[in-house]
């Protein structure tokens, strides 16, 4: 059982709205925080997107889109969290911004013993926590994109997290959503993205040294290796600012030279080649280019995008 019966969402971006939807599909009254109407107005259209693909490919019925359709709302004032059981932080992998929000959260939402999450990907979340006045409820819920698709997130408490917070989370992401759930320890990249990001950086890394081209790196991991998506596809995927984030945070953390972010993703992040969200990363997309994820987890054909499609399998987390 779960008292969690209304949601908030801060960041309606590719996470943020993908939260919001699953929260809705489950019945629950959300609403989600935006910066400016122009945002507002993008989130929802990107979530009633969503909405119909899943109607279309059978995954729900036109009754079910339309109520959770009407179960979202979106705003740009903030005192639309204050009557939240349970707040989701979803935007940018930055600390100073997930810190204002945090500390935002902490001034508006009313319920004291109100759920607030963050849905950072690398970031310690005890940062987050001591930074409030009501630190034993703050947790780390860290979901994986597409979140309608990919059935897992990581629970991660601080020290500081009360173990109510934490049974009340798990009850929400299993009950309620239908998520498994893997509990971490507070160290940066959790458990996922401390094995999934050196891996990305040494694919990088080769590409940077010329050891082969950027399109035979994936080729060798889809073919060889039976990977659904290829280390550089999956960055552009990501997003490569999003991929240096995380890096930094975890060499920030560790001091190990594995998770340093190679010379070669700082400069195209500088250049604004940022995968699949700009058109171009290690690989090129068209206006539909890329690797696009079906509501059973298969990979969709592509249109320039760099890899061949691979059906039932579950790939492709975007961190934040």
Not at 156 to 167: A, F, I, N
Not at 248 to 273: C, I, K, N, T
Request: charge should be neutral; hydrophobic fraction near 45%.
């Amino acid at each position: 059982m779960t008292d969690v019966e209304r949601v908030g969402v801060v960041g309606c971006g590719l996470m943020g709205s993908g939260i919001a939807e699953v929260c809705a599909r489950a019945g629950r009254d959300v609403v989600v925080l935006e910066t400016t109407r122009t945002a507002a107005v993008a989130g929802l259209e990107r979530i009633t997107r969503s909405l119909e693909r899943a109607r279309a490919s059978g995954k729900l019925t036109d009754a079910e889109r339309d109520a959770a359709v009407g179960r979202i709302s979106v705003t740009t004032d903030v005192a639309g969290l204050a009557d939240r059981d349970l707040v989701v932080e979803a935007v940018a992998e930055d600390e100073r911004a997930k810190l204002e929000v945090f500390a935002l959260l902490d001034r508006v939402v009313e319920r004291r013993d109100a759920v607030l999450a963050t849905n950072t990907s690398s970031i310690p979340v005890i940062r987050l926590a001591a930074a409030i006045s009501r630190p034993e409820q703050v947790v780390g819920l860290h979901f994986f994109n597409p979140v309608p698709v990919l059935p897992l997130v990581e629970l991660v408490p601080s020290l500081l997290t009360g173990e109510e917070t934490v049974r009340r989370t798990r009850a929400f992401a299993t009950g309620v959503l239908g998520k498994e759930v893997v509990r971490a320890q507070d160290r940066a990249g959790f458990v996922v993205n401390a094995l999934l990001v050196p891996y990305l950086l040494a694919a990088v890394r080769m590409a940077e040294c010329g050891t082969a081209s950027a399109e035979d790196i994936d080729r060798g991991m889809t073919l060889g290796c039976a990977h659904p998506l290829g280390p550089l596809a999956l960055a552009d995927l990501i997003g490569l600012d999003t991929v240096q984030a995380i890096a930094r945070s975890m060499y920030a953390e560790y001091r190990e030279p594995l998770y340093a972010p190679p010379p070669l993703l700082a400069r195209m992040v500088d250049a604004g080649r940022l995968g699949r969200k700009t058109g171009r990363g290690f690989h090129t997309y068209g206006a539909r280019g890329g690797v696009v994820m079906s509501e059973d987890g298969g990979m969709v054909a592509t249109a320039t995008g760099p890899t061949r499609p691979v059906h039932g399998r579950r790939h492709g987390e975007q961190p934040t």
